[in-house]
């Protein structure tokens, strides 16, 4: 706190000193979060695991030995390669390579960016589509927090998987032919936000309708705040602690979804193969021999998904508290 004299009086007044940045950074690691992470060895292998996964998908370019999915440098001499500790396996291709000789290990690195950017990029949509409902259908009632809710129950009687595959035929069936592989990435993120909104409206509905009614928002509403006002600057910050523990899991539910998708053939094209499209290559050589082109793929998902739902569980956990 500093002191600066008063002009008008001849006084000082104490001004109080905003915090530094390492202040922030040592309070929020001295933090109940940040404590319960330190505490728990799940959580640190998780998230360990989850950076050098990030890692290697974000600096695929740099960290790759080869890239994949230029065809000036692949040969066909290479492929079906198996990986280099064992019998006939090649020194450049750790983990093998393919039917097409790509390295299956960069082809991994370079899938894992589009089915993180797909996963992340569908949850996104997802909380903007749920959040934003939830808060509508649970603030003003009646018949517009009907119509909100009937719309989901109809969605949930629908598998996830089915919405996704019905908006991607849609999209596919509405554009040309000749921007299919274009657009697939954006029609991807589309169908699978679409279809897991729903879970993030329910849930900010709930915590909105008891929100509502307290004191804060009542002496909001006397003192003129707008009903969006009240939306956007009162609930909406006390409704989104289960919205950021909903996501974190859902990251992996997207990240599945799409590859089940890209497996079944309506994902990504094979131009820009994801981790699913190379578990769907793979597929076709699993039971002539070639092991490797399907399981390393598949594994890196495994992985992947694995980590964030751990992190999900321990951030359920963090937030939650009765358990502290």
Same mark, same amino acid.
């Given at each position: ?7 008008? #009086?001849?006084? /000082?007044? +104490? &001004?109080?000193?905003?915090? =530094? !940045?390492a202040?922030?950074?040592?309070? *929020?690691w001295?933090?109940?979060v940040?404590?319960s ?5 799940v ?28 065809l ?13 500790w ?7 291709y ?23 950017l797909?996963?992340? #990029?569908?949850? /996104?949509? +997802? &909380?903007?589509m749920g959040? =934003? !409902?939830?808060?509508?259908a649970?603030? *003003? ?23 996704a ?7 596919r069936a ?16 589309l ?9 993030y ?35 909406l910050p006390? &409704? ?9 899991i859902?990251? *992996? ?22 981790l ?8 076709d ?40």
């Amino acid at each position: 706190m500093s002191v600066r004299p008063n002009a008008g #009086a001849g006084e /000082a007044v +104490a &001004v109080p000193r905003l915090p =530094s !940045l390492a202040e922030r950074l040592r309070g *929020a690691w001295d933090g109940d979060v940040a404590y319960s992470f330190r505490r728990s060895p799940v959580a640190v292998v998780s998230a360990i695991v989850l950076a050098a996964c990030l890692a290697g998908a974000l600096f695929a370019p740099w960290l790759a030995p080869h890239n994949p999915f230029d065809l000036k440098t692949l040969n066909l001499l290479d492929a079906l390669s198996p990986p280099v500790w064992q019998e006939g396996g090649k020194p450049g291709y750790l983990l093998g390579t393919d039917d097409q000789g790509r390295d299956v290990l960069s082809a991994i690195m370079y899938g894992a960016r589009i089915s993180l950017l797909v996963g992340l #990029a569908s949850v /996104a949509l +997802a &909380v903007v589509m749920g959040v =934003s !409902l939830g808060l509508l259908a649970g603030y *003003a009632g009646g018949k517009i927090d009907a119509f909100i809710m009937r719309v989901a129950d109809v969605q949930l009687s629908f598998p996830a998987i089915l919405i996704a595959l019905l908006i991607d035929g849609v999209a596919r069936a509405a554009l040309p032919r000749d921007a299919h592989g274009d657009v697939a990435l954006f029609v991807l993120i589309l169908a699978i936000g679409v279809s897991n909104w729903v879970q993030y409206a329910r849930t900010v509905r709930g915590s909105t309708m008891v929100e509502k009614n307290k004191e804060y928002v009542q002496a909001a509403r006397v003192i003129g705040v707008s009903s969006w006002g009240i939306m956007g600057r009162h609930l909406l910050p006390n &409704v989104m602690g289960p919205v950021l523990v909903l996501g974190t899991i859902n990251i *992996a539910t997207a990240i599945l979804t799409e590859a089940t998708l890209s497996f079944l053939g309506v994902g990504v094209p094979p131009t820009q193969p994801s981790l699913g499209t190379l578990i769907r290559v793979g597929n076709d050589f699993l039971f002539s021999g070639e092991w490797w082109i399907t399981i390393f793929p598949g594994v890196a998902l495994v992985v992947m998904v694995l980590s964030i739902n751990l992190l999900g569980d321990w951030l359920r956990d963090a937030l939650n508290p009765k358990l502290r």
